[in-house]
């Protein structure tokens, strides 16, 4: 990567919004993208507010034709950026972000394609019979995240196992998605969503609709709950290994990001009833101790030795 000039004046203004986009809808993302030099945590930023433009359309109440041509015009707009079509003057500041993010950082674009593909199963109304249903799902709108952002951290010069850093930065983002998955299953449910495959729904003797939120008595919830914890500490455990590739505040971030979900995840694990009583979260001292141990780099260190030689 060539060093660049600053951004002028209008880039600055766009990174800003992007910036207060972030800071207003993802309280997880502001801990790990401060952990970051500025010109990063701006491109996440950018990469950020791209998303959630994305997945506002689908999460909003527009009728789904409506749905499909906002996103058709998403994509448009990401192809201008692609194409180099964004200019400075250009009137959506998340347009001339990303587009100045894309020229600073090797930043793999199509990810942001499986990402409006994934909110079009959304809008579908996509159901999943098997993990591997589930599993494509979860890599559009959240393993495509990874590999994006790990355009933007970049890897330590001649790292070993290099090749495998994207599919890593894709393993992670499926463990947060999963995690993602399993608090949000009451308000999922409430609007008329199953993310959890239909074959472990049967395996539990769980109803396979949207009565998931009141499972019933002779459903087994919590050991559905908990296997599908094994699974997303699995995940975790494999993502994991991308931070030993990345250099220090990089690997901060990612640790942070990532830590509090794993976290969340403990905690789901030891009351899996607690998601159908209200949204599980952790405190803000808990995300905040999270931040610090992977500035001091200490999960990259434990999985560094777990791995040996």
Known sequence: MTKSPPPSPAVVAAYRYCTTVAAQHARNFRYGAR??????????????????????????????????????????????????????????????????AARRYPIPLGGLDELIDGVLMDVRGQSYESWEDLRHYCRCVAGAIGRLSLGVFGLLPGVRGADRAPEYADTLG????????????????ANGRVYLPAQDLRKFGCPEDT?????????????????????????????????????????????????IY?????????????????????????????????????DARRVARREGP
Do not use: W
């Open 174 to 189: 499926l463990a947060l998605q999963l995690t993602n998955i399993l608090r949000d299953i009451r308000e999922d449910a």
């Open 35 to 100: 952990l970051v030099p500025a010109p990063k945590g701006q491109a996440l930023s950018a990469l950020y507010a791209f998303a959630r433009r994305v997945d506002d359309i689908g999460d909003g109440r527009l009728a789904p034709a409506v749905k499909e041509r906002r996103l058709a015009e998403a994509r448009a707009l990401l192809d201008r950026v692609r194409d180099g079509d964004v200019g400075e003057d250009d009137t959506d500041p998340v347009a001339v972000a990303l587009s100045h």
């Open 262 to 298: 794993h976290r969340l995840l403990d905690r789901i694990a030891a009351d899996p009833g607690a998601v159908l009583r209200g949204r599980v979260a952790l405190p803000a001292t808990q995300k905040a101790l999270v931040a610090v141990r992977g500035l001091t780099g200490l």
């Open 211 to 259: 009565g998931l939120a009141t499972p019933g008595p002779e459903a087994d919830f919590a050991g559905l709950v908990r296997f599908e914890v094994r699974r997303a500490r699995e995940l975790f455990d494999e993502g994991f290994l991308l931070l030993p590739m990345l250099d220090r505040r990089s690997g901060a971030c990612v640790a942070a990001m990532a830590g």
